[in-house]
T-cell receptor, first 114, second 112 residues
Framework: EPEVTQTPSHQVTQMGQEVILRCVPI?????FYWYRQILGQKVEFLVS????????KSEIFDDQFSVERPDGSNFTLKIRSTKLEDSAMYFCASRGLANTGELFFGEGSRLTVL | GDSVTQMEGPVTLSEEAFLTINCTYT??????LFWYVQYPGEGLQLLLKATKADDKGSNKGFEATYRKETTSFHLEKGSAQVSDSAVYFC???????????FGPGTSLSVIP
């Protein structure tokens, strides 16, 4: 069964460092998303991406964040200068053309900022 | 604005008890509705979905019916199992690119 894969599963970084989280969406999907979940809290939308551009972003997705689809398979989230409050689980998701709307999520990347 | 409200957790049930987790939503138009489940240490898995009014989604013994008149999508299971212990998120689609908006989650523990 096709699945969304994310790397790394866990990353520890120092405050102020750049972090890149990587995702390989399901191969025939066209819509890509990043969500985050601070420990024990709700799952928050960060950004959606379609046709090689951002289609929507939330207030959380400020200038420190960027996304890229550098090739035909990877979808990355970059945090330019991490802050303590960026510590969270980051989930990548993708969706196909079928208009039932469900997203397929990866296992998540846990980011710990010290 | 669009939102999802779920019953407060944590919820603790005895094995084989009837399971229900309430969910109501606020949305414009006709969103698709979902229940996602997150087992300890894992990602989000789609449990079931319903795409239009009066649809019943079902999977693994769980059911939820899309009630547009009450804007609800309550999750039910006739007999809870210890393996059902997880966090359950009610969610709905929003917007032309169908991002999904999640409720706060309800932590469920089923004890033997």
């Amino acid at each position: 069964e096709p699945e969304v894969t994310q790397t790394p599963s866990h990353q520890v970084t120092q405050m102020g460092q750049e972090v890149i989280l990587r995702c390989v969406p399901i191969s025939n999907h066209l819509y890509f998303y990043w969500y985050r979940q601070i420990l024990g809290q709700k799952v928050e939308f960060l950004v959606s991406f379609y046709n090689n551009e951002i289609s929507e972003k939330s207030e959380i997705f400020d200038d420190q964040f960027s996304v890229e689809r550098p090739d035909g398979s990877n979808f990355t989230l970059k945090i330019r200068s991490t802050k303590l409050e960026d510590s969270a689980m980051y989930f990548c998701a993708s969706r196909g053309l079928a208009n039932t709307g469900e997203l397929f999520f990866g296992e998540g990347s846990r980011l710990t900022v010290l | 604005g669009d939102s999802v409200t779920q019953m407060e957790g944590p919820v603790t049930l005895s094995e084989e008890a009837f399971l229900t987790i309430n969910c109501t939503y606020t949305a414009t138009g006709y969103p698709s509705l979902f229940w996602y489940v997150q087992y300890p240490g894992e990602g989000l898995q789609l449990l079931l979905k319903a795409t239009k009014a009066d649809d019943k989604g079902s999977n693994k013994g769980f059911e939820a019916t899309y009630r547009k008149e009450t804007t609800s999508f309550h999750l039910e299971k006739g007999s809870a199992q210890v393996s059902d212990s997880a966090v359950y998120f009610c969610a709905h689609t929003k917007g032309s690119y169908d991002k999904v908006i999640f409720g706060p989650g309800t932590s469920l523990s089923v004890i033997p």
